[in-house]
């Protein structure tokens, strides 16, 4: 527990001359009125206000979409397809909560999912890597157009020319 002995030094040491002090808390008499201000509107309600600020913006989503998308594609490169499914289906799942937090998109995830995603699943189940290789390509080059249609075109996402260290990318055993 601070002391107000140990304030009053700190306050005393600082460079903060009366009127800046005031400015600061409010208050030229107590150090602690900025402390007592600031959390006035805390209370065991959360508001909407607070969810919001809460969820992950667009970009942090779409970081994660990046790096399951790019697991997904040498996972199923090297014939994990129970990895790459699993990727796809995290590509899908941020997305759709991308669809609720912005929902500006919706619609347009919507239709990305169908067109662009459902090819990619059914390529994974047949197991057919020619297939996922085209699917994988027209579904990237879906995203970096609606990249350019959404005024983000100087986003245009590219498959890293290395497989991810961290995954053990090969067949795994029936």
């Known amino acids: 527990m601070l002391r107000a002995t140990a304030t009053s030094r700190r306050w005393s040491g600082s460079s903060l001359d009366q009127n800046t002090r005031q400015a600061v808390t409010g208050s030229p008499c107590s150090p602690w009125s900025w402390a007592i201000a600031f959390n006035s509107d805390v209370t065991d309600e959360i508001s909407p206000e607070h969810i919001a600020a809460g969820l992950p913006g667009t970009a942090d989503l779409m970081v994660l979409v990046g ?16 990895l790459a499914a699993f990727y796809a289906r995290r590509v899908r799942s941020l997305q759709r909560r991308l669809a609720v937090v912005r929902p500006k998109y919706k619609e347009r995830l919507e239709r990305y999912e169908t067109e662009m995603l459902g090819p990619v699943f059914t390529a994974i189940e047949a197991l057919d890597r020619a297939a996922f290789d085209r699917a994988f390509a027209t579904a990237t080059d879906g995203a970096n157009k609606q990249h350019v249609e959404t005024g983000y075109g100087y986003i245009s996402w590219k498959l890293p020319d290395e497989a991810p260290k961290d995954l053990d990318l090969g067949p795994r055993p029936a």
């Not at 790096?67 to 129970?82: E, M, T």
């Open 67 to 82: 790096n399951s998308w790019w697991k997904c594609a040498y996972a199923a490169r090297g014939g994990n397809w129970p």
